[in-house]
């Protein structure tokens, strides 16, 4: 007899397969049971639909993904590694799991996934609550410049984020690993903290 967890995860990597293949609302319950094996009984008894198996699965990927990220943090306490970690892990966890990460980009705004959006704003509320707390730590010791958190996130995921959309949908053939060390040096110094003199190119020079 199959773990009910063995059996759960089963269904979610059918429902993917089909997710992208299909998208959510062009995907049947039949095709997800057909692709996983399971039977009609058990598919129903883990999920009472579709939609409730596109939210549990992207909840599911998001907290794959959030973890990790967290895990950078811990071992890289640091503010520039600390940086250069987190965007690391963005492009190195979407590349070696191009399909979820193609699923959290494409089903953020269908309808079975927002329907869940309770869930996934108290998912994410633990999820940042930390990441804020290790960003403040270091806006306090005046290694990062002063901005908005929301600002500091976009900063930090803007550019890498953008190229990982087009690889994922085609559009380029470079990889986006051997951007990665540019890509975590141009983070670092959009947001580390510098003389306002340095900002501005330093000071004028006197003529003679």
Not at 12 to 36: D, H, N, P, Q
Not at 118 to 144: A, C, M, P, S, Y
Request: proline residues 5%; glycine residues 8%.
């Amino acid at each position: 007899m199959r773990n009910p967890g063995h059996r759960r995860e089963e269904v979610l990597k059918a429902a993917l397969e089909c997710f992208l293949e299909r998208g959510v609302e062009g995907t049947t319950m039949a095709a997800i049971r057909e692709r996983s094996g399971s039977s009609t009984g058990s598919i129903y008894h883990l999920f009472e639909s579709k939609e409730a198996i596109a939210a549990a699965l992207y909840l599911e990927v998001l907290g794959e993904y959030q973890t990790g990220l967290l895990k950078e943090l811990e071992q890289h306490p640091g503010a520039r590694e600390g940086i250069e970690a987190l965007v690391r892990h963005h492009l190195d966890w979407s590349l070696s799991r191009p399909d979820a990460a193609r699923f959290l980009v494409e089903a953020r705004s269908g309808a079975a996934v927002t329907a869940a959006e309770t869930r996934i704003r108290e998912q994410n509320k633990g999820f940042f609550r930390q990441l804020k707390d290790w960003w403040q730590g270091h806006v306090r010791d005046g290694t990062f410049d002063e901005m908005p958190f929301e600002l500091f996130l976009a900063i930090l995921r803007g550019p890498a984020q953008e190229m990982l959309r087009e690889w994922l949908a085609g559009r380029t053939k470079t990889d986006p690993r051997t951007a990665i060390p540019v890509l975590a040096r141009a983070a670092w110094q959009s947001v580390e903290k510098r003389p306002t003199s340095a900002r501005k190119g330093g000071a004028t020079p006197r003529r003679p």
